[in-house]
């Protein structure tokens, strides 16, 4: 590996050790991907220090245990102790831990939700920013195109990617936390513009539409081409919206390992098709119809089967502003069933703004929650009881019914919210 | 080294020697919503490996899939004493490399013949990263049937 002067004056522990230390464990991050050298970055996006009970417990015997106990051997990988500095680069903490105003309806333990508190004043000391949201980019992190970053959160990496044309891999907690501290992460995969490119060609033979549409396309994409790169070409409405790319990549990010994708006429690194491929030719076309839409509606939900709903989940990936807009005017008047919960998730600074506009209090009005940090899956909470779930989003409806072994119904924001309403499933297959 | 025994060489990933069991699977793997770290079993759903412990084991898989916390939850697993002995894979992802790294154990990939249509679990299999070698017992010679 060429190391700069600086990154071996890092590395050589001039900086600190825990500096040396985050450098050590990105030297042997770098030999692992066989990367040949570092670039800068100065957008992390994290889960720093965070913590739960089996790393707490873990530690408590280890340096004492705590924040820089944890930070230190689990984050770092380091067999010695150090004390955590200041960040070194703007990093952002991504999801995680528990809704400071609302842990209680989320089921957390008084202790639980202390461990949370803790551990996100140690990071919040260290400079980190607590945003708290797999949604990073509605919530004040907007990197501009050809930006390095160093993220986390597979829905966010993708969207930081093929949306914003920034350039991320997707990154994790070790390396994201020694990129916090060093400003480096190697310089492979997605930060060179050759593996930007597109691997298979999706001809997509109908418009797509509503946001179920693409969160459909996108789970059928994912497990089409795993971890390569595909490239659209149809005809897309409201294909500049931000709602649609981010359920999209979410659900392709899912079913698949998708980091990167194109829509050709419509992302920022695809011209045309012929750009997105670089020139060279598609590895294979993959084609999608009605047919595979009604087949991807059909695996979504082939984990449901009783159509008496008591959970539905909104906000994964977290709500943006005009999708809590959208569920209220669809509550509007009407209220959520005494059988049923309806839980929206979302980031800190859009519940702020919810509260300014008077959302929230609709919201309450109406008998659902509106809540921030985390989802069910990430938090692995769910309303007491919970049998039946129903969700708007194809990579929540991915991984909660194994997660909590519950059933999932999926289908549009309007189905879950006639669901939460009635108690009842109705969803209509495309 | 006997007529019994199959030699593989690859790109070392991270460094050192180990063997063990071969686990083998067709299908990449996940790490958050796909395994259970403190077992150190397989859990996702539609999983070949549903339920078959990965510990101990030189697991050969075609590489790493979904969440970003792959490193994390592969990272608990060692910490739990549920890791694989080894990874032997395809695809190269920033997952993998991280796991394998903070996991500590011998990794390798780029081989110069397919490891999934080599390697069938129940094999005995010895692994030198730092040379890139793989050396195969097969199970079915091993026993004599």
Redesign the interface.
């Known amino acids: 590996m060429k190391l700069t002067t600086h990154e071996q004056s890092m590395l050589d522990g001039k900086d600190g050790k825990a500096r040396q230390k985050a450098m050590e ?1 990105l030297v ?2 770098a030999d ?3 990367a040949e050298r570092f670039v800068a970055t100065d957008n992390v996006a994290g889960v720093p220090g965070s913590t739960n009970a ?2 707490q417990k ?1 530690y408590q015997h280890k340096g004492g245990g705590g924040y820089d106990a944890i930070f230190s051997f ?1 984050d770092l ?1 380091s067999d010695e102790l150090i004390e955590v500095p200041k960040a070194g680069a703007h990093t952002c903490h991504l999801q995680g831990g528990f809704d400071p105003d609302n842990w209680q309806i989320l089921g957390a333990t008084p202790e639980s939700f202390k461990i949370s508190q803790e551990s996100e004043a140690f990071i919040a000391g260290r400079g980190v920013q607590i945003l708290k949201t797999c949604t990073p980019y509605l919530a004040g992190n907007v990197p501009k195109k050809g930006d390095h970053c160093a993220w ?3 829905s966010a ?1 993708v969207y930081c990617n093929s949306v914003l044309a920034a350039r991320t ?7 994201t936390s020694a990129a916090m501290l060093t400003g480096v992460i190697p310089d ?2 997605f930060h060179r513009d050759e593996y930007r490119l597109g691997s298979h060609l999706v001809e997509v033979d109908f418009e797509i539409e509503s946001v179920m549409d693409w969160g459909m396309l996108g789970y059928f994409v994912g497990d089409a081409v ?2 390569r790169i595909p490239v659209l070409r149809g005809r897309f409405a409201g294909a500049d919206l931000l709602i649609r790319h981010k359920h999209f990549g979410a659900a392709a ?2 079913s ?2 998708v980091e990167m994708y194109h829509i050709a006429g419509v992302t920022p690194e695809a011209p045309s098709v012929e750009a997105a491929f670089g020139g060279r030719k598609p590895l294979e076309v993959i084609p999608y119809g009605r047919a595979e839409r009604r087949r991807t509606y059909d695996n979504l939900n082939s ?1 449901a089967s009783d159509p008496q709903v008591d959970y539905v989940m909104l906000g994964c990936p977290h709500y943006s502003l005009e999708q809590i807009k959208g569920a209220c005017a669809m509550l509007e008047g009407k209220r959520v069933s005494a059988n049923c919960n309806l839980w929206i998730f979302t980031s800190r600074a859009v519940k702020a703004v919810s509260d300014t506009q008077g959302l929230s209090k609709q919201l309450r009005d109406a008998g659902a929650v509106l809540l921030t940090d985390t989802c069910s ?1 990430i938090s692995q909470a769910i309303p007491p009881g919970t049998k039946v779930a129903a969700l708007d989003s194809a990579k929540q409806t ?2 909660l ?3 909590m072994n519950i059933q999932a119904w999926f289908g549009s924001t309007q189905d879950c919210i006639n669901a939460a309403v009635t108690g009842r499933w109705n969803g209509v297959a495309p | 080294m006997s007529a019994d025994t199959l030699v593989l060489k690859g ?1 070392k ?2 460094g050192g020697v180990a063997e063990g069991e071969a686990l083998v699977t067709r299908q ?1 793997i996940s790490g958050w ?1 796909g395994v259970n770290p ?1 077992l150190g079993i397989v ?3 539609r999983h070949e490996l549903r339920g078959v412990s990965f510990k101990d084991k030189i697991l050969v898989f075609p ?10 939850m592969f ?2 697993a060692r ?2 004493g549920a890791a694989p002995k080894a990874l032997l894979f395809n ?5 993998v ?6 996991m ?1 154990i011998p ?1 390798i990939t780029d081989f110069d013949r397919n490891p999934l249509e080599v390697i069938e679990t129940g094999d005995w299999v010895k692994v030198d990263a730092d040379r890139g070698l793989v050396e195969v017992r097969k199970a079915a010679l091993r026993t004599g049937s």
């Open positions: 464990l042997r991050y692992a991907l066989g089996f790393l873990y689990f990988d986390m959160e597979s990496v891999n997707t990154e994790g907690r070790e390396s492979w995969g795993q971890e990010a899912s698949g390992g984990k899956s991915h991984y019914p194994a997660f | 790109r990933v991270v990449t919503g403190m859990t996702e759903t590489g790493a899939k979904g969440s970003s916390a792959w490193s994390a990272h608990m910490l739990a695809e190269m992802t920033t997952k490399a991280l796991g394998a790294v903070v500590r990794a």
